[in-house]
């Protein structure tokens, strides 16, 4: 590969993740139905690329009762939230004419992945969202940089055909700096270093997930909605499985400065 091919996507994918991080760290910070509300929207338009990419026939109908569930479940008390959005997942697999189980398995991944998002920003606060977005961003950057400039052999090719080994451990290391950087204002000590690693590795099998899911239906991008980043499912698909981990740990009692 050329260098000029190599960084041919750098630009637009800056761009778009300058404006994606802008309007993310406003919601975060604004919280409450702002952040709520991108939640939703974001859960929509993950279920609506799934449906697409599956070939439904009626996308838009998933897309947009997806939006509505992820609003009941934020809004309606616990015990209803797994119920309401496995309904949600199976009536959007309804439409699905072949593949219905990976399917599923993408749209449930997604509106939890969501869900936990959400609930972290409602219950956990401010500080750990931000933790939780700098470990991925971070990791992935970090990846995207090494992978790029070292290359080298590749991590897990059967799924995802560009992630090396050296942008894996890149990310590791990022991840490992930000769980230093946040160990004092979270309040978590030097035990937020290693509980970083784990969850940029979650946000990295994410983001593999995804990539097997495209390949499994042989499509680059989930979409083409974010220039130079895909699809909302390209781009969020590592916030998921780490947004899902660290609430997995929260609800255990596992995540440091927690209560």
Known sequence: MSVSARWSDLAPRMLSGVAMIALGAWAIWIGGVVFAALVCVL?????WEGARMFGAPDSMRSG??????MALALWLPGMLVL?????????????????????????LWSLLGCYAMGMLRA?????????????????????????????????????????????????WVGAAVIGLIFAAPTGAGLALVPVSVLVGFAGQMGDIA??????????????????GHGGVLDRFDAMLGAALVVVILWVLGLLPGVA
């Not at 496995?86 to 004419?97: D, P, R």
């Not at 995804?210 to 220039?227: F, H, M, Q, T, Y």
């Open 210 to 227: 995804e990539s097997a899911v495209k390949r499994l239906r042989g499509v680059k991008d989930s979409s083409n909605l974010i220039p």
């Open 83 to 107: 119920p309401l959005l496995v309904s949600a997942g199976l009536v959007a697999a309804s439409s699905i004419e072949r593949e219905r189980g990976p399917f599923l398995a993408l749209a």
């Open 43 to 47: 859960a929509g338009l993950m279920i």
């Open 64 to 69: 947009v009762l997806a939006v509505v569930a």
């Open 123 to 171: 219950e956990a606060g401010l500080i750990w969202v931000l933790w939780l977005v700098a470990v991925v961003v971070i990791s992935d950057v970090a990846g995207y940089f090494a992978g790029r400039m070292i290359g080298g052999p590749k991590f897990w090719p059967r799924f995802s055909p560009r992630k090396t080994w050296s942008g894996t451990v890149a990310g």
